[in-house]
């Protein structure tokens, strides 16, 4: 089992529409959870991160944290063909400093 | 105000042959990270430097890949006599604080290499 895992889609959704992406982490003793957008051929680029339970706004998306069912998610409201791309979470690790990713979620959105 | 910056962009090297990647973090930013991902992967961490103190290189995948930081801010990732297996995009990433709970890295445009 990866430590990270993630559907790796394709997820499509029509323009508009909500997209959600999901994400689990094994090692209870994660701390930081991190969504990252990368589109073909570029470099990851960090839309949000959360560290505490609940829900955290930031624009059109929101980052969804429990840590009881260790599992952190992605709401894309009103979604934009601009915003078809691979979606990665990653995880950080108490005491340590580095990022683990997950594989990525491919999302579509169609016109 | 330039974000992380990474040279060269593309490398072609033949197999056997030493290469180095340059990363130049955003200015004041502490924590310096390397990481390589395949196609169709995430990212992989290899190495963190905090300042010019290497704290982690468990990533390295092998003792042909050397990374260095000296004064703290320009680091280079050197990789000797390459494999094919080290074909990758290398990404370079960097962080203001040195706390692992806030510690949002932002990261360069990588080096693509490729080893004929």
């Known amino acids: 089992q990866k430590e990270v895992e993630q559907n790796s889609g394709p997820l499509s959704v029509p323009e508009g529409a909500i997209a959600s992406l999901n994400c689990t982490y094994s090692d209870r003793g994660s701390q930081s959870f991190f969504w990252y957008r990368q589109y073909s051929g570029k470099s990851p680029e960090l839309i949000m991160f959360?560290?505490?339970?609940g829900d955290k706004e930031d624009g059109r998306f929101t980052a969804q944290l429990n840590k009881a069912s260790q599992y952190v998610s992605l709401l894309i409201r009103d979604s934009q063909p601009s915003d078809s791309a691979t979606y990665l979470c990653a995880v950080i690790r108490y005491g340590q400093g580095n990022l683990i990713f997950g594989k990525g979620t491919k999302l579509s959105v169609k016109p | 105000g330039a974000g992380v910056s990474q040279s060269p962009r593309y490398k072609v090297a033949k197999r056997g042959q030493d290469v180095a990647l340059r990363c130049d973090p955003i200015?004041?930013?502490?924590?310096l990270f390397w990481y390589q991902q395949a196609l169709g992967q995430g990212p992989e961490f290899l190495t963190y430097?905090?300042?010019?103190?290497?704290?982690?290189k468990s990533g390295l995948p092998s003792d042909r890949f050397f990374a260095e930081r000296p004064e703290g801010s320009v680091s280079t990732l050197k990789i000797q006599r390459t494999q094919q297996e080290d074909s990758a995009v290398y990404l370079c990433?960097?962080?203001?604080?040195?706390?692992?709970?806030?510690?949002?890295?932002?990261f360069g445009p990588g080096t693509r290499l490729t080893v004929l």
């Open positions: 959360i560290y505490s339970n």
């Open positions: 200015s004041g930013h502490v924590s």
């Open positions: 990433a960097s962080s203001l604080g040195t706390s692992e709970r806030y510690n949002e890295q932002f």
């Open positions: 430097f905090q300042n010019e103190a290497q704290l982690d």
